[in-house]
């Protein structure tokens, strides 16, 4: 295997994170493997003079688009905050069209997607971003096949992470690749992150949104879901909340909210159980009983289907600190 070379682009607001973490991954790995095979990372952006991050941090290009005419084996864009809201760069976007013939591997780092929508290297491919606006890529790129609770996919040679930190678990899938999971792991252990997450971007998002109209019949439901989230709910008893007949409410339902009722209410279970996860000691048993799951089988079985983790892996990975400042249940 010869030297690896990595770029990843940058643009005015990026998010610094984006940069650094795959970055670092790469620096690191470079101690784990002979020097004949080490990584080689460059930052390629419009020009060479200072960009600001969304943080305000100062980066500075290795190369400009024009002097990056070369080829790469991996070739990377770093995501920005304002990436999914902002029109195309014209520049950024003609630069990156020639990807595939530029580099072996390519693709982007959270919302990095948007600039490789706009130069149409998403299309009929299976891709993620961060869970915030996965909805908003699949629609602003309906021919994209969008994976919103995946940490990172591979497609063929189109790679994609979820948000921010995600880059890191990109990059590790990629060291992990070349180099087999032992120097994964160990990079993993000297960044003092985990080197394969478990479950997916689920477990970060809340499963539920505000109704548009917080006085309409749905909202009533929704509220008196949460309410009385121990409690029995059937379409029925939902629907004699707020005087309508269960088809009616069904219909209304999908149609306010684009999920039907009794989706709603394990999403508030879900919900519910994980504000206790995080914030008590309570046991799971009475968690699970006092969420409305019945029984902690039960709401493991959800967990695991719906978040990909275990109640007790998810309240191990988000806990928050305890009375002393002191963290508790780090990963």
Known sequence: MAVQTIAIVIHEGVQALDVAGPVDVFAETNAYIPAAERYETVLVGPHRTPLR??????????LSFEEASGGFDVLLVAGGPELPYAAPDPQLTEWLRSAPSRASIYGSICTGAFVLGHAGLLDGHRVTTHWQIAQKLAA???????EPDLIYVRDGRL?????????????LALVGQRHGPGVAV???????????????????????????????????????VMANIGGRHTLESLAAVV???????????????????????????????????????????????????GTADRMRIVFSERLGVTPAQYRASFRQSNATGEPIGIS
């Not at 991050?53 to 290795?62: E, K, L, P």
């Not at 994609?160 to 880059?167: C, E, K, L, Q, R």
Request: glycine letters at 6%; one cysteine or more.
């Open 243 to 293: 005087g309508m007949s269960a088809r009616n409410l069904a219909r209304h339902f999908v149609h306010e909210t684009g999920i039907t009722p009794h989706e709603f209410v394990e999403r508030a279970r879900i919900d519910a159980a994980r504000m206790l996860l995080e914030g008590s000691d309570r046991p799971l048993k009475a968690v699970a009983y006092d969420c409305g799951f």
């Open 186 to 224: 160990a990079v993993a252990k000297r960044l003092v992150v985990v080197a394969q997450r478990q479950g997916g971007q689920s477990q970060f998002s809340p499963y539920l949104t505000a109704p548009a109209d917080p006085a309409s019949p749905i909202a009533r439901i929704q509220d008196h």
């Open 140 to 146: 602003r790129f309906p021919a994209a096949i969008v």
């Open 159 to 171: 790679v994609t992470s979820a948000g921010v930190t995600a880059g890191i678990d990109l990059a």
């Open 53 to 62: 991050a969304s943080n305000n941090m100062q980066m500075i290009a290795d």
